[in-house]
């Protein structure tokens, strides 16, 4: 029984660290004010690419919805311009 004691000098105490000087209303805001912008551009990196993304599909499913292609528009807004040019010409 007598092996179970811990017979070697004692640990120091733990030391008592100071508490942190508190922070100011400035500096409270500073700190918010980073914590904002760090998370706007994380959430601008999630989030504009997915509008992107999300945009192109409307635009797919839009001319798929009036059963044409991005080529057929192009080629009939190209006649339009022709025929005002034209028609400007007179």
Do not use: C, H
Not at 35 to 55: D, S
Not at 61 to 67: K, L, P, R, S, V
């Amino acid at each position: 029984m007598s092996g179970d004691l811990n017979e070697g000098p004692l640990a120091p105490a733990a030391t008592v660290i100071p508490p942190s000087p508190k922070l100011t209303r400035r500096e409270k805001r500073r700190q918010r004010r980073r914590r904002r912008k760090i998370g706007e551009e994380i959430l601008g990196w999630i989030l504009v690419p997915l509008i992107l993304i999300a945009g192109y599909w409307a635009i797919n499913a839009g001319f798929a919805f009036f059963g044409t292609t991005p080529s057929a528009v192009f080629d009939q807004l190209k006649q339009v311009k022709t025929a005002l040019e034209k028609r400007e010409a007179r």
